[in-house]
């Protein structure tokens, strides 16, 4: 996935510090600092060290993570969203929908591709997420209505960030440069996950997230393809569901194309599980 265009040069910074003593160690030239252009340039040694997405806990959610996020482990594998790998021209994985239709924007349920960072580039991951999530940091709030919110995790730390563009993160006005500058960082953080992953194939889905923003009825569902009706399930926020013939009845019901409700179907959300996650009742 190509760096894109109009990106402002990202900063040097304490990119090789994590794995410099390993290096030198060995007398082999894993990583080097760049003087500019692309943060991960200097990264030489693409051996895999990672494991399969999930199998270390979760380091970086960019995204909700109960509907589509980008996620790096802490071994270094990654997941992104199939939809992202698809349309990148256009930085998917962020909510721009009006307030009252909060639902998933994008084809349901989604699913992810797997991959992994190197060392070297799982370190710079590292140090600019560091360097950007402090304690003071500051994305704001734009002076703008009806947006959705991102969510974002990095180790115990959470934000919830309004209006939040990857494609122009100074594109509404009323904030600081304090708070643009964060802003920005975070879109140069999420492109170089993305961009420096090395993939490695379409995962198969296992679990769902059924997020209900909206008590339902019985009536309202079309064809509904699991043995609990609907309306039951409704009355929590959000439902996972792991069992394998629940799954494959519902991907088989989406696969159809048709509507699972009669209409208004913002009201619910039907998402692959991202690996490692918490189901989303307990998030």
């Known amino acids: ?13 304490r990119w090789c510090v994590a794995v410099l003593g390993a ?11 760049p003087g500019g252009g692309e943060p991960t340039a200097g990264c030489t040694d693409q051996s895999r060290s990672a494991g399969e997405p999930g199998d270390a806990e979760p380091l970086l959610i960019l995204g909700s993570a109960n509907l589509s996020p980008t996620v790096v482990y802490a071994d270094g594998a990654v ?19 009006p ?3 909060p639902g998933y924007d994008g084809e349901q349920p989604g699913g992810y591709e797997g991959g992994w960072l190197s060392e070297c580039e799982l370190a710079i991951v590292t140090d600019l997420a560091d360097d950007l999530f402090t304690d003071d940091v500051d994305f704001g709030s734009p002076q703008v209505t009806d947006m959705g919110s991102t969510d974002v995790t990095y180790e115990d730390r959470s934000y919830s960030i309004y209006a939040f563009s990857r494609v122009d993160p100074d594109e509404f006005g009323g904030l600081t440069g304090a708070q643009e500058r964060a802003r920005e960082d975070l879109a140069e953080l999420w492109d170089v996950v993305e961009q420096s992953t ?20 019985d009536a309202s569902a079309v064809d509904w393809p699991l043995a609990t009706p609907i309306s039951e399930l ?4 959000c439902v996972s569901i792991d069992e394998p013939d629940q799954v494959e009845a519902m991907l088989e019901r989406l696969e159809g194309g048709d509507d699972l409700l009669i209409d208004g179907e913002w009201r619910l ?15």
């Open 198 to 217: 090395e993939q490695t194939g379409e995962r198969d889905i296992d679990r769902l997230f059924l997020t209900f923003y909206a008590a339902l009825d």
């Open 269 to 283: 959300a039907v998402v692959a599980a991202a690996p490692g996650l918490p189901d989303c009742e307990d998030q």
């Open 1 to 13: 996935m190509g760096q894109r265009e109009g990106h402002r040069p990202a900063v040097v910074r």
């Open 23 to 33: 290096v030198v160690a060995l007398g082999m030239g894993a990583c080097t600092s």
């Open 234 to 237: 409704s009355r929590s926020s």
């Open 79 to 97: 997941v992104i969203p199939t939809a992202q790998v698809a349309d990148s021209g256009d930085a998917a994985g962020f909510l721009r929908a």
């Open 99 to 101: 307030m009252m239709m």
